[in-house]
């Protein structure tokens, strides 16, 4: 009590704050406009407006002052980074907070992942808040390393950080009232629930939605998000590394309905953090495509903090944590300096006063069985095959079929039509199942690449245009344990390991996005088409988004939640 009356006598005037940031435009994401002020902060916390004394005084000399950014729903996994890297990479773009659903780490490692996850974050300047996993295997259509049930969800959701259960991707089993998936979601209690409703509409949406879910980040027109809207579900826009549907969803948004929405990147590669941002990219995008900016602010700010019920967050008031960020330039998200409860973290162009990187502490996540050439091969059991066909900019996928390559009695690639045949090997409990099936569109004309990184249970998954490759690539990444590789006549081209569960590399965040960049550059040298051929490779196992993708059961019919045949009459 005695510290806060002293913080309160600050407030007052009446003893010197320890920060005033003077002539300062003000974006008050509060009262909704730009206005002068100073702000003076406590023990890291904003104490209000107006004319202070203060131990130390920063001239804003007319810059722009925002609250810091938040991200409303993020797998960090997705960066590749540990997350003192991560809060290395988000921290100098303004974001200051960060909702993250720890889903695939926890897929990998169970309850050791989300432990490893909440030691890191006591040793980060970044806010974290969690939305604990609810579906540990995604679904029952692949293996994942381990299973979390609503009993050890419960045990969790207490947790200071904890901001609620995490998307609720078996949207199938909440709408026909499965029991586990419901007694999930009924341990959020007064916290929020995360949805996970690609393409759900109708009396399903109403469903879905009945069953105390608040949130969807998987709407890909304005007529989707639309329905989710007017059935009252927060929308998150999202605007990742291969999932852009920020200038669709954007055309719905008006004052009058924007405290409905928030910015959200959900998976980013590294090098896309260090060239393009992230949720200063949503920003900067949203303004240049004509939302209003003092809208697109607090979409970026208050709108996710209120949702999630975040404490002491998201605007400039009295009392909250001063993390704020100051912008020459508003509209283009010019940012000159951030500050995390008061103390600066990016200034001058540099990051400042950061910790190590967390060793890691995690058991081992890589045990397939073993396998051979021979193995990967398909034998013709028709003409006809079913194809994953990859969308533009979009994680669903389409499907088409085809007339068959087949030489000597078995189905091989067709690198002419961009036919390319893809494994899923097994590789938690060495059950030695491999998913085999076909895709279109990643335009490789020679090698393989493969992966560690395969949503949501993260199984080995190559792609290429022969075995030979495909088989080199598991090799590698086996000795590796863990990571992404690139193959051209059974030579390794270039690598990144992600020896943390295979998800998560120990080096800095700056090398992590060169590495990833080189990688990609190698893929294109094979003929890649792709920008982010590696994301596009991890989503094309995630058996929880329409139409068609491909797990270690084989592949996968997702509309009707089913393993149906690659060979069809």
Known sequence: MRNFLLKLAAVRGEIKADLLVKNAQIINVL?????????????????????????????????????????????????????PEFSRAVLQRGSTAVVIDPHEIANVLGL?????????????????????????PATPLETSGSSITHRE???????????????????????????????????????????????????????????????????????????????????????GTSERNLAELIKIVTKKNSWHFSFATDDKHPDDLLEEGHIDHSLRKAISLGLDPITAYQIATINTANHY?????????????????????????KIESVYKKGIPVFKNKKLIRFPGNIPPTVRSAMNPDDVSLEQLKIQAKGDKIRVIDILPNQIVTDEFITKAN?????????????????????????????GKAFVRGFGLKQGAIGSTVAHDSHNIVI???????????????????????????????????????????????EKIAADLKNLKQKV??????????????????????????????????????????????
């Open 153 to 239: 969800l419960y045990c969790m959701i207490q947790e200071e950080c904890v901001a609620g259960i995490g998307e609720i991707m078996n949207f199938p089993a909440v709408i026909k009232g499965e029991e586990e998936v419901h007694q999930r979601i009924a341990v959020a209690k007064w916290k929020k629930v995360d949805g996970h409703a690609p393409g759900v509409n109708g009396k399903s949406l109403n469903a879905y939605v009945f069953s105390n879910i608040d949130s969807d980040h998987e709407s890909t027109t304005a007529k989707e998000a639309k329905e989710k809207l007017r059935k009252g579900m927060h929308i998150l826009i999202r605007e």
């Open 463 to 509: 792609v290429g245009t022969n075995d030979a490759d495909m088989f080199a690539a598991f090799q590698r990444i086996k000795k590796l344990k863990g990571g992404l590789v690139v193959i051209n006549d059974g030579q390794l081209v270039a690598q990144l390991p992600l020896p943390i569960a295979g998800l998560l590399s120990t080096k800095k965040f």
């Open 309 to 333: 019920r975040l404490k002491n967050v998201g605007a400039i008031k009295p009392r909250y944590w001063a993390d704020f960020v100051l912008l020459s330039d508003y509209k283009n998200v």
């Open 112 to 136: 050791d992942g989300i432990r490893y996850v909440l030691h890191s974050i006591s040793q980060i300047p970044l806010d974290v808040f969690v939305m604990l996993p609810s579906c540990v």
């Open 406 to 434: 087949i030489k000597n009695g078995f189905v091989e690639s067709n690198i002419t039509d961009d036919i390319l045949k893809i494994v899923v090997i097994e590789r938690h409990k060495a059950t030695g199942r491999i």
């Open 524 to 569: 294109k040298t094979l003929g890649g088409t792709h920008d982010s051929p590696f994301m596009i490779l991890s989503f094309l196992c995630l058996s929880a988004i329409p139409k068609l993708k491909v797990t270690d059961l084989g592949l996968i019919d997702v509309e009707n939640f089913k393993v149906t045949s690659l060979f069809t009459d």
């Open 31 to 83: 009262s909704g406009e730009i206005h002068k002020g100073n702000v003076a902060v406590i023990d890291g916390r904003f104490i209000g407006f107006g004319d202070y004394e203060a131990n130390e005084v920063i001239d804003a000399d007319g810059l722009f002052m925002s609250p810091g950014f938040i991200d409303g729903h993020i797998h960090f996994e997705s960066t590749m980074l540990t997350l």
